[in-house]
């Protein structure tokens, strides 16, 4: 197996494209297709500011990664969800790459605001871990990079989640949440951020790859909370599909994006109101995470702490 540029042994092939890297032209390839994915779907403007959301993971810290190296002024905000030692070293992950990138880096911890962890958190509000945790977790990003002013918020969901994310939502027809997985959504002054997800069209295995070569130091486990995520599920099967069928994935995702725009100019929702404490968009009077707080911890307040290591 040789490199598709150079000739000399390849260590990654890609079969989706039906080709093969060097590790050097393989890091300029995951490179060159964020670069391409940001200009194409127009997620970033030259100068921008942009605040990746790093969770320790691979995805997260490598897309803090390129976008540095890509030149835009980014920075990371971390949610502590206190969970014991998995969010301590994946805190730690995430703090030695900010060092390492010399880059900002806000942490916001649930116990420090609750005085309670996910799993708690997710008791009281009736909900799977992983459904608090998503509505827990969006109204953070969305708070720190408005009250922070950065142009947009960035995760790393990857071609992976996004495909598995659609299967689950096409399975069960859950219509409202079908045509909100788009690759950019849109801001809304001084309530909700711009949300982008650059790696939209760079697979797991893609980015794992990346982030090994580079040599940054990621979390390896998983999210204790995950075992037995019907999402886990999708993605084995869709493995599977990909593995008889390599590209699979990327037409499916393409295909999406393809229809987004229609189906959401066709349906736009907008929030009924927002919410009487905070302001922020929310379905009833007060949205869940400022219910949350109420009842939880009435005198809990909205803070996080900023460790700054730029150069
Ligand atoms: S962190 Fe939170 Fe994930 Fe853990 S509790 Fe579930 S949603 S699995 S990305
Ligand atoms: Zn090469
Ligand atoms: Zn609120």
Same mark, same amino acid.
């Given at each position: ?10 260590? $990654? ?24 994915? $940001?200009?194409?779907? /127009? ?50 992950? /995430? ?22 962890? $996910? ?20 109204? $953070? ?8 002013? @950065? ?28 045509? =909100? ?17 650059? !790696? !939209? ?7 794992? /790859? @990346?982030?090994? %070569?580079?040599?940054?130091? @990621? ?10 995520? =019907?999402?886990?599920? @999708? ?10 069928? *390599?590209?699979?994935?990327?037409? !499916? ?16 929702? =907008? *929030? ?19 219910? %949350? ?8 307040? !909205? ?9």
């Amino acid at each position: 197996m040789r490199c598709r540029f150079c000739n000399s042994k390849a260590v $990654i092939k890609i079969r989706a494209y039906n080709t093969a890297f060097c590790s050097d032209h393989f890091l300029s390839f995951v490179e060159r297709r964020a670069k391409e994915t $940001i200009r194409t779907f /127009a997620l970033l403007k030259e100068g921008e500011s942009v605040l990746v959301a790093v969770s320790g993971g691979k995805d997260s810290l490598s897309l803090w990664h390129i976008l540095k190296n890509l030149g835009y002024k980014s920075d990371g905000l971390y949610i502590h969800l206190g969970i014991d030692r998995y969010s301590d070293i994946s805190l730690e992950k /995430a703090v030695n790459f900010a060092k390492k990138i010399g880059g900002k880096l806000f942490v916001v911890r649930l116990k420090e605001i609750f005085e309670k962890g $996910i799993r708690e958190l997710s008791h009281t509000m009736r909900r799977k871990s992983c459904s608090a945790c998503g509505t827990i977790k969006r109204y $953070i990003m969305n708070r720190v990079a408005l009250e922070e002013k @950065y142009d947009s918020l960035a995760t790393g969901h990857n071609l992976d989640d996004e495909a598995s994310s659609l299967l689950g939502n096409l399975l069960y027809w859950k219509e409202p949440y079908l045509w =909100k997985k788009n690759i950019a959504l849109e801001a809304e002054k001084d309530r909700l951020s711009r949300k982008i997800k650059p !790696f !939209f069209l760079l697979s797991e295995r893609e980015i794992a /790859a @990346y982030a090994l %070569l580079n040599g940054i130091d @990621y979390v390896q486990d998983e999210c204790p909370y995950s075992v037995g995520a =019907k999402t886990l599920l @999708y993605k084995e099967i869709l493995n599977r599909i990909e593995n008889e069928s *390599p590209g699979t994935k990327l037409n !499916f995702v393409k295909g999406y994006l393809k229809r987004v725009e229609k189906e959401t100019e066709d349906c736009k929702e =907008k *929030p009924s109101n927002y919410c009487r404490l905070c302001n922020y968009p929310s379905v009833g009077e007060k949205c869940a995470f400022c219910s %949350l707080l109420q009842k939880i911890n009435p005198d809990g307040v !909205f803070k996080y702490e900023k460790l700054d290591f730029s150069l």
